[in-house]
Nanobody
Framework: QVQLVESGGGLVQPGGSLRLSCAAS????????MSWYRQAPGKDRELVAS???????NYASSVKGRFTISRDNAKNTVSLQMNSLKPEDAAVYYC????????????WGQGTQVTVSA
């Protein structure tokens, strides 16, 4: 069955770094645009970054220059390197896969908590 399993969340001080990983299985990973979303308490889920199969990336303006998304199509993984973390980056981070072509199947992971606090 389809699985997206995030890992790497935790507690970090402001200015620190974390690396999130998402392991995918059960679908043709290379055919999917992979994204990271986040949702803070009381806020809507928002796109953080996305990456196409051939490596084209897109970032939310709030994380540009601090976060880097990458993928390994051979290992079916997508990662998010987060540097210079701010308290406002605290949220549950979700991995999402969306098929590049029709039918546009979409899958979500269960989320991993990122807390940024001194």
């Amino acid at each position: 069955q389809v699985q997206l399993v995030e890992s790497g969340g935790g507690l970090v001080q402001p200015g620190g770094s974390l690396r999130l990983s998402c392991a995918a299985s059960g679908f043709t990973f290379s055919a999917y645009v992979m994204s990271w979303y986040r949702q803070a308490p009381g806020k809507d889920r928002e796109l953080v970054a996305s990456i196409t199969s051939d490596g084209l990336t897109n970032y939310a303006s709030s994380v540009k220059g601090r976060f880097t998304i990458s993928r390994d199509n051979a290992k079916n993984t997508v990662s998010l390197q987060m540097n210079s973390l701010k308290p406002e980056d605290a949220a549950v981070y979700y991995c999402k896969g969306r098929r590049s072509s029709w039918p546009r199947s979409e899958y979500w992971g269960q989320g991993t908590q990122v807390t940024v606090s001194a």
